[in-house]
């Protein structure tokens, strides 16, 4: 991440030594405070500021916008995601 842009260190462009396999807590921890994108399991998607996580993949974010198939349908202050209904999360 030579360049100074948030990225995931799941995503292709990944260096080797910075992608960690065995303790995802590591790359939650490091993008807290950061925006990111939750796709649910329903295939929405939420953007907004990452405020925490807990074990149980539970999601609290901030100023966040909700987009249905790409479209932004609506904007919230602060939105609480249940874990179970997380497909993944992303930097953005």
Do not use: H, W
Request: proline share 3%.
């Amino acid at each position: 991440m030579s360049n100074g842009t948030a990225q995931s260190p799941f995503s292709p462009g990944a260096e080797a030594s910075e992608v960690s396999t065995n303790n995802p807590s590591a790359f939650l921890a490091q993008i807290t405070g950061a925006k990111v994108a939750v796709k649910l399991n329903s295939g929405v998607e939420y953007r907004g500021d990452l405020q925490c996580v807990d074990g149980y993949m539970n999601i609290a974010l901030e100023r966040t916008e909700e987009y249905v198939d790409g479209i932004l349908k609506n904007q919230y202050g602060d939105v609480f995601l249940r874990g179970n209904n997380v497909l993944y999360i992303s930097s953005i």
